[in-house]
């Protein structure tokens, strides 16, 4: 059986016969305002393509498996041969001889069953396996560049590939795993792999041991992940997650450079004994904040569902408390100072006195409404509004039982004293407890769960007189974010 070239030397002694940069030279009738016209144009330079037939490229048209083989064999020239035929479902195509050339050399193993799949589809995904396989890149795997690819089998190779700036992604953090290649795209990966530089050093460098360890945040809502690596700095591997709202201060004693990433190693905190990429400044940890998924009507407990666990526990129109659900420590509104009934949190006694408290310095005195609701009331309560305004309304207005917030015991809907109920007013906002609640609530822990024009963010309507109590640090870090309270919690935490 013929042995094949290095991948990495064919790269080189390509780089050497074409120069660095696409060739102008208009062959196709078909590739203006490509972006990649200059690449597609190298590629028939160099006898790897010679377009769709007519005279064009087919510049947007998908990349089948087979044509993908046809193309990596002419670019790296492979002629390794398999003694026995390897796929099954190729038998008479035109790719078929370049198919298993692919295999002799160790670039595919096919797709599943004996089979290649010639007339699929290429993947972003695939295609890095491909490329990385080909080049024989080492570098980058693990370094998690992008948001989208965590469930790929294929993330290790869009990390090498992002490292050597062969694939710069599909948007900011994104690689699109799934979108099928184009042939445009292809001949812009192609010719990347063979003059692209890396976007640093490979492995370790410029690594520094702080005398003095450094202070980093690890600033939320945000999720944040530790890693550690192999001995070359090759790989990384991730040992460790957390996620936050509020800031967390960590110490880290190393700082450096890991294929063109910077990284602190941390000494303490959730993340601690691992490295987390940083800021340029090395004072500030880089996380993820994901945005919750759509709001659709569906029965999942959540999974936060501890009595210490309040200010994190996700619920929407998805995701619920069981019945069982019942806070240990419910104590009277009154015992707070307010008037108007219902129970809430002993937890919650403390900074709810001293907001009522200020409300009423402030001439905005506040009267509850509704506290906690247990998980029958909320059933009565969704029904009553299903019965004024039908069933879809109702889910825009209420919640159906167990997807409450006031099954916590540390949400309550308030009105001002002597008012109506606040839904009642146009807009309770725009009263004076109504403005002094939306100013100053979250300084005593509080927020407002459904602001004006967020329905697609938190499931619901503006309701300017819903407050959920998270603490202080959470509040502020909350208002502080932008974010609704259900985009920090999802962006933190997740389900």
């Known amino acids: 059986m013929a042995r094949r070239f290095p991948a990495i030397l064919i790269g080189l002694l390509l780089w050497a016969s074409v120069g660095t940069q696409p060739a102008s030279a208009a062959t196709f009738t078909d590739i203006d305002g490509s972006p990649f016209a200059g690449e597609i144009e190298w590629l028939a330079a160099q006898g790897i393509t010679g377009g769709c037939g007519g005279g064009r490229f087919c510049p947007r048209a998908p990349v089948t498996r087979g044509q993908m083989a046809s193309f990596l064999v002419r670019m790296y020239g492979y002629t390794a041969r398999p003694e026995t035929d390897p796929f099954s479902d190729d038998d008479g195509t035109t790719h078929e001889a370049s198919i298993n050339h ?10 599943a069953d004996g089979r290649f799949c010639p007339n699929g589809l290429v993947t972003r995904a695939q295609m890095a396996s491909f490329i990385v396989r080909a080049r024989g890149l080492t570098h980058g795997a693990g370094s998690d560049h992008f948001a989208d690819d965590d469930a790929s089998t294929h993330e290790s190779s869009l990390d090498r590939l992002f490292f050597a700036s062969i694939n710069r992604g599909c948007g900011p953090e994104l690689a699109c795993p799934n979108a099928s290649v184009t042939r445009e795209q292809m001949a812009a990966f192609l010719h990347r792999s063979v003059f692209a530089k890396p976007i640093g050093p490979a492995g370790f460098a410029e690594m520094v041991t702080h005398p003095s360890p450094i202070a980093v945040q690890l600033v939320g809502p945000a999720r944040f992940r530790g890693f550690s690596f192999s001995a070359d700095g090759a790989t990384a591997t991730r040992v460790a997650g957390s996620g936050t709202i509020t800031p967390i201060k960590a110490i880290a004693d190393q700082t450096g450079l890991v294929n063109g990433v910077r990284f602190a190693h941390l000494l303490d905190g959730p993340l601690a004994g691992s490295w987390v990429k940083v800021a340029p400044d090395l004072t500030r940890g880089l996380g993820r904040a994901p945005a919750p998924p759509r709001c659709t009507v569906e029965d999942r407990l959540t999974s936060r569902r501890g009595f210490d666990q309040h200010a994190i526990t996700l619920l929407d129109t998805t995701y619920m408390l069981p019945s069982s659900y019942v806070p240990p420590d419910l104590v009277p509104t009154s015992s707070a100072g307010l008037i108007g009934g219902g129970s809430v949190r002993a937890i919650i006694r403390d900074d709810l006195a001293a907001m009522v408290a200020g409300a009423k310095a402030a001439s905005a005195p506040l009267q509850v409404v509704s506290a906690y609701r247990n998980y029958a009331q909320q059933a009565v309560t ?25 099954q916590l015991g540390t949400t309550i809907d308030f009105t001002h004293v002597g008012g109506r109920p606040a839904w009642e007013y146009a807009d309770w906002g725009t009263t004076a407890a109504g403005k002094w609640m939306a100013a100053n609530a979250w300084k005593h822990g ?34 502080t974010s932008g974010m609704t309270l259900r985009e920090a919690i999802w962006a933190a935490y997740g389900p």
């Open 102 to 111: 692919l295999f002799a050399a160790g670039i595919t193993a096919g797709c």
């Open 382 to 406: 969704f029904q009553h509004w299903v019965a004024v305004g039908g069933y879809q309304q109702a889910l825009l207005t209420s919640a159906r039982a167990g997807h409450s917030e006031h």
């Open 446 to 479: 509080f927020v407002m769960t459904y602001p004006r024009g967020e329905t697609a963010s938190t499931c619901y309507a503006y309701e300017s007189w819903h407050f959920r109590y998270v603490g202080k640090a959470a509040a502020a870090a909350v208002r």
